[in-house]
């Protein structure tokens, strides 16, 4: 199988685009981009993120609480910055750690996670979180669609 033109394939789907945040053991602010992201349960409150087993992150992760925030229609640089992209000039906005961690500025939503489960996902590990708190508005969402960044679109809908 060609594993490129799989992931085109994948890349047909539209999918949103979060950054995922937590503390590291001395306290530090970390993050990376994900597009692997959904929801799993409402009761109990349940969401899912991908992350690649040769990420940092994916060490860092183990048994952690976590933050998914995801971006507005605005925020490519931001997206770009967590995905190891340096954006020269930047100036990351964080709004007061909660409970469970740091959690970006003019994002969509937030999503308070504690560790529930994870699972082997092949060259990728599912870590499924218990929501513990949340927060959202009614911005325009960044999305990712052929490997390209696109904006949902206020007061459209396809009948």
């Known amino acids: 199988m ?3 033109d799989l992931r085109n394939c994948f890349g047909h789907f539209a999918t949103g685009v979060t950054i995922v ?3 590291d053991d001395n306290g530090n602010r970390k993050g990376i981009t994900i597009n692997s992201f959904t929801s799993v349960s409402l009761d109990p409150p349940l969401a899912l993120i991908s992350i690649d087993k040769g990420t940092k992150a994916f060490n860092e992760l183990q048994n952690r609480k976590f933050v998914i925030n995801i971006l507005s229609a605005e925020q490519i640089p931001l997206a770009l910055q967590f995905a190891g992209k340096q954006q020269e ?3 990351v906005e964080w709004l007061e ?3 469970v961690g740091p959690r970006l500025a003019n994002t969509v939503g937030t999503l308070e996670c504690s ?3 994870q699972y082997d996902g092949g060259d990728h590990v599912l870590f499924i979180g218990k929501v513990e708190d949340y927060i ?3 911005n325009e969402s960044l999305l990712f669609h052929k490997g390209q960044f696109i904006q949902t679109m206020d007061n459209s809908v396809v009948k």
Do not use: F, V
Request: charged residues 35%; proline residues 6%; glycine residues 6%.
């Open 2 to 4: 060609d594993i490129k």
């Open 21 to 23: 945040t937590w503390n």
């Open 89 to 91: 000039g930047l100036d």
């Open 97 to 99: 750690d909660s409970n």
């Open 115 to 117: 560790p529930w489960e």
């Open 136 to 138: 959202y508005n009614k």
